[in-house]
């Protein structure tokens, strides 16, 4: 689908700027243009007087044919480790996809791609999946984009899954979206949340849009697998079992699956921090545009070293150049889940709250009584942050 403007006939009257809700509409050279703000809600095309914009609809056969849904069977995650160790958002896909598969009645597998990491693939079977499928290649050793989509889809289209879900981490965010291309199906991305459909069967996908102000729900209704990458931290990681169960199905990666990798890798390079890593800390302490200068986040460090804890941020404080992106908690940065987190100096937005919403101890720290972030706190204090943390230091580092 696309709306455009036919120049020759826009007579430059602008009642179309003024019907267009978003703002998509603007005037150059005394003609409308559509930018790319435009949702396609056709308010404009229904009040142009001389039909001078355009909505065309998209033709049926740019569309991938539909499958026959039912030869599809199985929840699949995608289990990511990265330099021979499980990352921690495997098992909340676990613990999220055990859920699925038994609403469906169906199998949950792993799959599992790297090379000389059979110990991994034990080790998921205490995860309580009813099937590993383990690809050992040295083409998987490290992680690069079309190794790793192409043996995916791969054993997507010789096993036939229903379901694939992955982490929205930087590996999965990078490589899903070419499997899904491959598979000629959709993906939900970011996802926080997931049903079954009870009479079509069909997985429903939720995730934030509009920038967290709404949820949408999504389907794939006549194509298969469904894929979705799901936000870290939100799920319930699935705790490990003292037995094992299940079966391994070590696969290989056939040579005429293997097209031309386009990129070399050269070499790995950490992300050093002075305190945690953010997704992993169960102790954060956020700062925001609240403490009136870059130079406060030198506080909000401290309180962070004194509690062995990580450094957030807001998105405000971030878009200011005040701490870089790494540090951005919230929808557009990282979703954290911590034993306790303490917001500094940040009212609140609907953006932020839904990326550490989930926290199980929420302190927040600011001078405003009716800011939205202690509608979600677990304890609230009211008061001049550049009082209260430096107390907090000093309570803390007698202990």
Partial sequence: MRIY???????????????????????????????????????????CPVGAIIKEEAEEAILPSRVDISQYQGVWIFAEQRRGKLQKVTFELIGEGRRLADLLSQELSAVLVGHKVDELAEELLYYKVDKVYYVDDPALAVFQD???????????????????????????????????????????????????????????????????????????????????????KVMRPMPRQQTKRGEIIKESFPAQERLPCRTIFVESVDDLESTVNLAEADIIVSGGRGLGDPSYFAQIRQLAEVLGGAVGASRAAVDAGWIPYSHQVGQTGR?????????????????????????????????????????????????????????????????
């Fill in 146 to 232: 079309d190794p790793y989509s192409e043996s995916l889809a791969y054993l997507a289209r010789k096993y036939k899954p229903a379901i694939i879900l992955t982490g929205a981490t930087n590996i999965g965010r990078s490589f899903i979206p070419q499997v899904a291309i491959k598979l000629q199906t959709g993906l939900t991305a970011d996802c926080t949340g997931f049903d079954i459909d009870e009479t079509g069967k069909h997985l429903l996908q939720t995730r934030p849009a509009f920038g967290g102000n709404i949820f949408a729900t999504i389907a794939t209704y006549y194509h298969r697998p469904q894929m979705a990458t799901v936000r870290p």
């Fill in 5 to 47: 403007v036919d120049i020759d006939k826009c007579t430059g009257c602008e009642v179309c700027v003024a019907s267009c809700p978003f703002g998509a509409i603007e005037m150059q050279e005394g003609k409308a243009v559509i930018n790319e703000a435009c949702t396609f809600c056709s308010a404009c095309v229904e009040v």
């Fill in 335 to 399: 979703t954290v889940c911590p034993k306790l987190y303490i917001a500094v100096g940040i009212s609140g937005a609907v953006q932020h709250l839904v990326g550490m919403q989930s926290s199980d101890v929420i302190v927040a720290i600011n001078k405003d009584p009716n800011a939205p972030i202690f509608k979600v706190a677990t304890y609230g204090i009211v008061g001049d942050l550049h009082e209260i943390v430096p107390a907090m230091i000093r309570r803390f580092s007698q202990r």
